[in-house]
């Protein structure tokens, strides 16, 4: 079992920057993949980024913007976004895949609560 706890979330300019922690316990992080996800009211829950020993992944939409990177010691995950839209206005979720999650929510094991991000025009 894995329990994931984010935070870093808020309202923030377009343009604007936020950092998404996410808190793992219970086993070894880095054994996972480990993703973001986002959903947005009224649409389904998507991929934004996922990290594992074989790299990095991105959604076309965030490619260049946000940058996911782990640290293994602290068993944390991180979301650095940059450069936001509106449109990145969503609710975020980290979570974990024992198998090869990456793109596909319905892989992942494990789920956080999320964090809600809101970017203003």
């Known amino acids: 079992q894995v329990q994931l706890v984010e935070s870093g979330g808020g309202l923030v300019q377009a343009g604007g920057s936020l950092r998404l922690s996410c808190a793992a316990s219970g086993r070894t992080f880095s054994r996972y993949v480990r993703g973001w996800f986002r959903q947005a009211p009224g649409k389904e829950r998507e991929f934004v980024a996922a990290?594992?020993?074989?790299?990095?992944y991105y959604a076309d939409s965030v490619k260049g913007r946000f940058t996911i990177s782990g640290d293994n010691a602290k068993n944390m995950l991180y979301l650095q976004m940059n450069s936001l839209k509106p449109e990145d206005t969503a609710i975020y979720y980290c979570?974990?895949?024992?198998?090869?999650?990456?793109?596909?929510?319905?892989?992942?094991?494990?789920w956080g609560q999320g964090t809600q991000v809101t970017v203003s025009s």
């Open positions: 979570a974990a895949s024992g198998g090869s999650g990456y793109y596909r929510a319905d892989l992942y094991d494990y």
């Open positions: 990290l594992s020993w074989s790299g990095t």
